[in-house]
């Protein structure tokens, strides 16, 4: 019954922002590490982003700059806000939480799409 929603991915415009989140059940969430990563047709899945259970950031050079996770442990739920869009972006973005190699999960993924 571990459940983890995104929302937000849309189509959006070069140049644009875009926060997502990641809504999570059936977890213990403050205890997660969560990550965001996304994947691009005919390319690996990429980790973009983490916050560890004490809300130490990293992020891929690929993104550093533009992108910026965060956590609301009270609403158990996790953010990537997304600024300077770029064509390059466009992927299917998915939302992790990671304890050990039993407890990881996924969620569905949602698309965003940078195109003008």
């Known amino acids: 019954q571990v459940q983890l929603v995104e929302s937000g991915g849309t189509l959006v415009q070069p140049g644009g922002s875009l926060s997502l989140s990641c809504a999570a059940s059936g977890i213990i969430f403050r205890l997660y590490t969560m990550n965001w990563y996304r994947q691009a047709p005919g390319k690996q899945r990429e980790l973009l982003a983490a916050?560890?259970?004490?809300?130490?950031?990293n992020c891929a050079d690929s993104v550093k700059g533009r992108f910026t996770i965060s956590r609301d442990n009270a609403k158990n739920t996790v953010f990537l806000q997304m600024n300077s869009l770029k064509p390059e972006d466009t992927a299917v973005y998915y939302c992790n939480a990671f304890l050990s190699d039993r407890l990881n999960y996924w969620g569905q993924g949602t698309q965003v799409t940078v195109s003008s």
């Open positions: 916050i560890t259970s004490g809300s130490s950031t």
